[in-house]
């Protein structure tokens, strides 16, 4: 019972590098997400999946691409990184309650360095 | 777009003590969620709330959902060390788009 799985831990990247961070579920969750954390600013949503091939943007999608192919996976994709992007990324997925609500599981984060 | 005030931005207490903390917002919430972040870790569902004026307890700790849809509150009484962490409420519009709305959190420091 893994819950949700994020690789890897720590990353270090050099500016203009691009990298995957992998997110994977086995709860079978119809909704995930990518959030981002940084001090004094919480959690900021980058991208979510209400399901298989559908993915929408969140609050700071820039620079961060997503795709949605199975159920179980949800990888986040840095094109080409900026020092801006260093952050804490954690990625969540969600069973539906009974009254609609959004109850996210979160993973133990990955900590991603641009110098 | 929607965004929630969650105060205090940090605590610094003694073990034993209680504690409040709240989150407000200008928009109306169906449901507020709270969370605690240990150290290195993800965050981790504390306290889910579904219908206004709700009050909810799981141990040491209740939550309960404004009646103006429009705020919450979490209390823990008689904290201890393990308590530390930081403290993040979260609201949703339920019926439209599933996003949860998070306040910056409020961090939390236990003296024993």
């Known amino acids: 019972n893994a819950g949700v799985t994020q690789t890897p831990k720590f990353q270090v990247l050099k500016t203009g590098q691009s990298m995957t961070l992998q997110c994977a579920q086995d709860?079978?969750?119809?909704?995930m997400s990518w959030y981002r954390q940084d001090p004094g600013m919480g959690l900021r949503l980058i991208h979510y999946?209400?399901?298989?091939?559908?993915?929408d943007q969140g609050e700071v999608p820039n620079g961060y691409n997503v795709s949605r192919s199975t159920t179980e996976d949800f990888p986040l994709r840095l094109l080409s990184a900026a020092p801006s992007q260093t952050s804490v990324y954690f990625c969540a997925s969600s069973r539906k309650t009974g009254t609609g609500a959004n109850v996210l599981t979160f993973g133990a984060g990955s900590r991603l360095t641009v110098l | 777009g929607q965004q929630l005030n969650q105060s205090p931005q940090s605590m610094f207490i003694q073990e034993g003590e209680d504690v409040s903390m709240n989150c407000t917002s200008s928009?109306?919430?169906?449901?507020w969620l709270w969370y605690k972040q240990d150290p290195g870790e993800g965050p981790v569902l504390l306290i889910a709330l579904y219908k206004a004026g709700e009050l909810t307890s799981n141990g040491r700790l209740t939550a309960q959902f404004g009646i103006t849809r429009k705020d919450s509150f979490l209390n823990i009484s008689a904290s201890i060390p393990s308590d530390v962490g930081i403290y993040f409420c979260a609201g949703q519009v339920t019926g439209g788009s599933e996003k949860l709305v998070f306040g910056k959190g409020t961090k939390l420091t236990v003296n024993p």
């Open positions: 709860m079978n969750h119809e909704y």
């Open positions: 928009s109306i919430f169906n449901t």
């Open positions: 999946s209400v399901g298989a091939g559908i993915t």
